[in-house]
């Protein structure tokens, strides 16, 4: 294992240090390392907390500020936070409308965000399970949240932005959940920093179809195939699962695990987009990088969301993030 570290014990709080320290102006650092929350609050507005396993950044602290997420809970490497540090962000961000948690359907994941709102006033729950992949997996119960979780929070975040009460944002993000549909495809594993070598083998001329964001195994081990035929078979997934809603404006976002050089998931975008225009989708929005990541990883994941006006109008609104930034 190659990886720049101090200490397997220390790799979290470290980079948690200097993740805040390079975005100070907008972001603090709670106790313990605990979460990490906008510098500065809204009175009045709705607190959006999410978090989940480090180990896939941007995704959740750099997804915290102005047009998104209030605060984000990291946990250890692919490991679920704990339901003290949801309590934590949510005293920390409360401010007095209430919060709403946006949580990936993993089991860890659920079961802990569960625990915090229980012991909460004035919190509501959107649970993210956009991945076609599969029904069930290592980490679940139902469909895994991939992806398609970063559209909900920008979304929803926005929406919280302009005064919206939460009941009507908890209905708003499980309406773009539902809209939204994804898959991956690896072509390497990932190195757990704590575990030494990587999380599964995979062959130089294989591929594992339908991969989770933690390793998980998908559909199926297969033959690497051209960019095309892999675009193909994810883009077909995702038009099936969505059946008759696959018509009109749509969001198309291309996401890196990590291990994917930009030209590549560029390459695959051209693809998909060819692909889902064929079948009556018009792509209006896109966005294309390394947002959800699986550490070092190679491979990437498609995600579509059915956007209408209203969504559409709230994924152009200002942000102001570490990882997303336009309209300001």
């Given amino acids: 294992m190659k990886k720049f570290l101090n200490s397997v014990d220390t790799v979290l709080t470290e980079s948690l240090d200097g993740f805040v320290a390079a975005h100070s102006d907008i972001l603090v650092l709670g106790d313990e390392h605990k979460f990490v929350r906008r510098r500065e609050l809204k009175?009045?507005?709705?607190?959006?907390?999410?978090?989940?396993?480090?180990?896939?950044?941007?995704?959740?602290?750099?997804l915290v500020g102005?047009?998104?997420?209030?605060?984000?809970?990291?946990?250890?490497?692919?490991?679920?936070?704990?339901?003290?540090q949801m309590l934590a962000a949510a005293q920390s961000v409360d401010a007095g409308a209430g919060c709403l948690f946006i949580v990936k359907n993993y089991e860890g994941d659920v079961m802990n965000f569960d625990m915090a709102a229980e012991m909460s006033e004035g919190v509501l729950q959107v649970v993210t399970n956009d991945d076609v992949?599969?029904?069930?997996?290592?980490?679940?119960?139902?469909?895994?949240?991939?992806?398609?979780?970063?559209?909900?929070?920008?979304?929803?975040?926005?929406?919280?932005e302009?005064?919206?009460?939460?009941?009507?944002?908890?209905?708003?993000?499980?309406?773009?959940?539902?809209?939204?549909?994804?898959?991956?495809?690896?072509?390497?594993?990932?190195?757990?920093?704590?575990?030494?070598?990587?999380?599964?083998?995979?062959?130089d001329?294989?591929?594992?179809?339908?991969?989770?964001?933690?390793?998980?195994?998908?559909?199926?081990?297969d033959a690497l195939k051209s960019a095309d035929a892999i675009a193909?078979?994810?883009?077909?997934?995702?038009?099936?699962?969505?059946?008759?809603?696959?018509?009109?404006?749509?969001?198309?976002?291309?996401?890196?695990?990590?291990?994917?050089?930009?030209?590549?998931?560029?390459?695959?975008?051209?693809?998909?987009?060819?692909?889902?225009?064929?079948?009556?989708?018009?792509?209006?929005?896109?966005?294309v990088g390394s947002y959800v990541t699986s550490l070092d990883m190679a491979g990437c994941s498609i995600t579509l969301t059915m956007l209408d006006d209203e969504m559409t109008a709230l994924w152009d609104a200002p942000v102001h993030t570490a990882a997303l930034r336009w309209g300001m």
Avoid: W
């Avoid at 102005?66 to 003290?84: E, I, K, R, Y």
């Avoid at 908890?170 to 990932?190: F, H, I």
């Fill in 133 to 160: 992949a599969v029904e069930n997996s290592s980490y679940t119960t139902g469909r895994r949240g991939v992806a398609g979780t970063l559209v909900v929070e920008k979304i929803v975040g926005a929406a919280a």
């Fill in 43 to 62: 009175l009045g507005k709705v607190a959006l907390i999410s978090g989940g396993g480090s180990g896939h950044e941007p995704l959740h602290g750099g």
């Fill in 232 to 287: 193909e078979e994810i883009c077909t997934a995702i038009l099936g699962d969505l059946g008759e809603r696959a018509k009109g404006p749509a969001l198309l976002f291309v996401n890196g695990f990590g291990g994917t050089p930009s030209m590549e998931l560029y390459l695959m975008y051209n693809s998909a987009r060819k692909i889902f225009e064929r079948s009556g989708v018009e792509v209006i929005r896109s966005l």
């Fill in 162 to 203: 302009q005064g919206l009460a939460l009941p009507d944002l908890k209905a708003l993000g499980d309406r773009v959940n539902g809209a939204t549909r994804s898959m991956g495809v690896a072509l390497t594993s990932c190195t757990v920093p704590a575990a030494g070598r990587p999380t599964f083998e995979i062959g």
């Fill in 66 to 84: 102005h047009g998104m997420l209030d605060a984000a809970c990291p946990g250890q490497v692919f490991t679920s936070p704990t339901p003290d």
């Fill in 205 to 221: 001329s294989e591929m594992e179809f339908g991969v989770g964001i933690h390793g998980e195994p998908g559909r199926r081990r």
